[in-house]
C-alpha cells in the first residue's frame, strides 16, 4: 500500500532526493515547503512532478502545516527543512 509522505522542506537537496525516491517507490509525496525548486533541482524533479503535490508553507506556521496533513490525509512526515542564507554558498 503506498504512503502519503509529506516531505517538510521537499524543495532543498536532501528533500528533492528523498522525494524523488518516494515517488519511484510509488508513493504520494506532498512537498510542504515556503518555495518550490529551482534551478538544476526543478530540472531534476520534472519527470517526478506528477507524483507530487506542492504546497506553500512554514514549519513555524503549525496550524497550516496541521490542515495541509489533515487536507492530503498524510501518514508520514519527513522532516527535511533548514535554515539556510543562500549568501554564504557563493
Not at 509529506?6 to 522525494?19: A, E
Not at 517507490?25 to 533541482?41: F, M, S, T
Not at 512526515?77 to 549568501?87: D, G, R, S
Amino acid at each position: 500500500m503506498a504512503d502519503r509522505v509529506m516531505v517538510v522542506g521537499g524543495s532543498g537537496f536532501i528533500g528533492s532526493h528523498l522525494s524523488k525516491r518516494l515517488v519511484e517507490r510509488g508513493d504520494l509525496v506532498i512537498n510542504y515547503d515556503i518555495r518550490p525548486w529551482a534551478g538544476e533541482l526543478d530540472w531534476m524533479m520534472s519527470p517526478y512532478k506528477e507524483g507530487i503535490i506542492y504546497e506553500t508553507g512554514s514549519v513555524e506556521n503549525w496550524p497550516q502545516l496541521g490542515a495541509v496533513v489533515r487536507q492530503h490525509r498524510v501518514n508520514k512526515i519527513v522532516h527535511a527543512a533548514a535554515p539556510i542564507n543562500l549568501a554564504y554558498l557563493g
